[in-house]
């Protein structure tokens, strides 16, 4: 049976196929699918963790009682779980446990473009790469097979064209005969005291000799001899792009990235005039071939940021004195590029964050971001936002602020931080803050989802990924059991209610928490959000001062032929009945519709 996938649910198949018992994740694109295609699977025990360290863990310990485990995280994830990933190295495994890195290069929805196949060599351990949903599916069973032959975790890479691009792949039954999870006591291995991790660590580089030998012959490493002028070394999805540009030229394709299989890149590199490997982001195979003393060229003409493309392949290559044969030259009209009109990200028609942002940019705050689709109020016309850098920071960068400006300026500094994130990695930022006491204020933006990724679940929304009720944290108890003294819970669609509760928290000489209360409108769950009857623009009370349009909703318009100045418009179709533009128009122009 086959069917077409796209590389994360041909994932969530492997692991299927490979019998797992246990997955965990905490969402992040390009990743967030495959757990999200896994609970389809009711063999397997899946779970959203508060963050990626957390979720390694669980699988760690699946992996230690003999079941087979995968964890799945976004490339910057692995940063959050590289801790316990760098002794799980030492400690190796009994069910074997694959970690699938989704990086993404270009960045489309990442504050970094890292290349993650430097913590395979970092971490010493296999990292697999898939060039395509078929081998999204192989190469994780591959990938358990390996981590249980070498006892070690297996990196799976993928990357974002690699996650969501779908191609056709052929299904297959679970494999049967696995062993029963059971409790088998083995400290010496599982417990990294320095006199046991001592005697791991020989046995960590004797596996990756041997993994490094081994790949000279896996058919996952496969060399394709065709005209001999020019060989390029590739992996991935640039596979596909060399293939497309450069039919006539040989390839090896590598499927495991690391280890190399040095001795066939030897031979390779042996049977064609001039060797070049195509490769995004760091010039990670090209180091380490030019350290065996092999020719070989790439970053010299190649970029090192962003994704590459068929015609940035053909493109590089020309500069090289390479260009492709047998190919149909384009003609002037392929080649005119049609410029698409400008559609910059927006917060959503009804967003509990709209009213937070437009009024911290009134008060002129000095506003520490974080991860999520607040991060949108960044952008202009709320442009209410000064620092993003990862989860979590939002917190600890706003306690570093206060520690060095003037007494007046701390009163601006306001961090923002979503429901989910706090989850995340917030909560250790705001016990730091009040424990050194930096007065400044923290809005938890609690729209009881985590929205950015695709509205996941998490402690605070009261459910599980297996659409299970549980336990929901309690956001007010939890910051005042860390210490915080004042904790306000406001109605962020309330503008007066929110600049008060604001200007006030902000002149607080210690660390204050408030918490809007408002769920994102694209809740999935039924009665979580209640859409309010529509608003509407009297035209003849407009005066076409603009004021709505400073909200950046997407739902009023500018009609500029309209009226003396021109005048607003709400569109029916995109309002949700927040309520907000109403409260702010000084000429009651707005009101509910008819």
């Not at 417990?191 to 991790?197: G, W």
């Not at 065996?292 to 940035?312: D, H, M, N």
Request: proline share 7%; hydrophobic share 40%.
């Amino acid at each position: 049976m086959k069917e077409i996938l796209s590389g994360n649910e041909a994932i969530a198949r492997g692991a299927y196929e490979a019998g797992v018992k246990v997955a965990s994740a905490y969402p992040g694109t390009p990743s967030t699918e495959i757990l999200e295609n896994i609970i389809r699977y009711k063999e397997i025990n899946a779970s959203w963790a508060p963050n990626e360290k957390v979720s390694l863990e669980v699988a760690m310990g699946a992996s230690f009682t003999g079941a087979r485990a995968l964890v799945a995280m976004k490339h910057v994830g692995v940063n959050v779980a590289a801790d316990p990933l760098f002794t799980l190295s030492y400690t190796g495994v009994k069910g074997g446990l694959v970690l699938v890195t989704a990086d993404d290069p270009e960045m489309h929805s990442s504050q970094n473009e890292q290349d993650n196949r430097n913590y395979a060599k970092f971490a010493k351990m296999p990292m697999l790469e898939p060039g395509d949903s078929r081998e999204c599916k192989e190469f994780t069973r591959i990938a358990f097979e390996l981590s249980e032959q070498y006892d070690s975790p297996v990196l799976l890479r993928t990357t974002t064209r690699i996650s969501h691009s779908k191609s056709i792949v052929e299904l297959a039954e679970p494999v049967t005969g696995l062993p029963v999870p059971a409790l088998v006591k083995n400290a010496a291995k599982q417990v990294m005291l320095p006199s046991n991790a001592r005697v791991r660590h020989p046995l960590v580089e004797e596996r990756i000799k041997n993994l490094a030998a081994a790949a000279n012959t896996m058919a996952i490493n496969r060399m394709e001899l065709r005209d001999p002028a020019v060989g390029i070394i590739t992996s991935g999805v640039c596979y596909n792009y060399v293939r497309e540009v450069f039919p006539e030229f040989s390839t090896l394709k590598l499927g495991m990235v690391y280890p190399l299989p040095i001795d066939l890149i030897r031979q390779f590199a042996a049977t064609v005039d001039r060797l070049f490997v195509v490769e995004e982001l760091d010039p990670f195979f090209e180091e380490q071939i030019k350290a065996q003393g092999i020719a070989v060229s790439g970053k010299e003409f190649l970029p090192l940021c962003g994704e590459l493309t068929p015609e940035r392949i053909r493109t590089a290559f020309a500069t090289a004195g390479i260009v492709p044969g047998n190919q149909p030259a384009l003609d002037e009209n392929q080649l005119q590029s049609v410029p698409l009109p400008g559609r910059p990200p927006n917060m959503c028609p009804g967003c509990p964050h709209r009213g937070v942002f437009y009024t911290l940019n009134r008060l002129k705050a000095y506003v520490t971001g974080d991860i999520g689709c607040y991060t949108l109020g960044f952008l202009p016309p709320l442009s209410a936002m000064e620092t993003c850098v990862c989860m979590g920071a939002s917190i600890g960068n706003a306690s570093g602020v206060v520690k060095v400006v003037s007494e007046e300026e701390r009163k601006k500094v306001v961090a923002v931080i979503g429901d989910s994130t706090f989850c995340h990695s917030g909560v250790t930022g705001l016990m730091d803050m009040v424990y050194n006491n930096a007065p400044a204020t923290v809005i938890i933006l609690d729209n009881r989802i985590t929205a950015m990724t695709g509205r996941q679940d998490n402690p605070a929304s009261g459910h599980t990924l297996m659409d299970d009720p549980t336990n929901r944290l309690d956001l007010p108890q939890l910051c005042k059991a860390l210490g915080v003294r004042h904790v306000r819970v406001i109605n962020p669609f309330d503008l007066d209610e929110t600049r008060s509760v604001l200007e006030e928290e902000m002149n607080r000489p210690e660390p204050s928490v408030i918490i809007t209360d408002k769920p994102c409108i694209l809740v999935k769950r039924a009665g979580v959000f209640q859409r309010g009857p529509l608003y509407a623009v009297n035209a003849e009370n407009c005066t076409g001062c603009r004021a709505c349009l400073r909200l950046g909703c997407p739902a009023i318009q500018w009609r500029p032929n309209e009226g003396a100045k021109g005048i607003s418009y709400i569109d029916p179709a995109l309002c949700t009945g927040c309520d907000v533009c109403r409260q702010l128009c000084k000429f009651n122009a707005i009101g509910r519709a008819k």
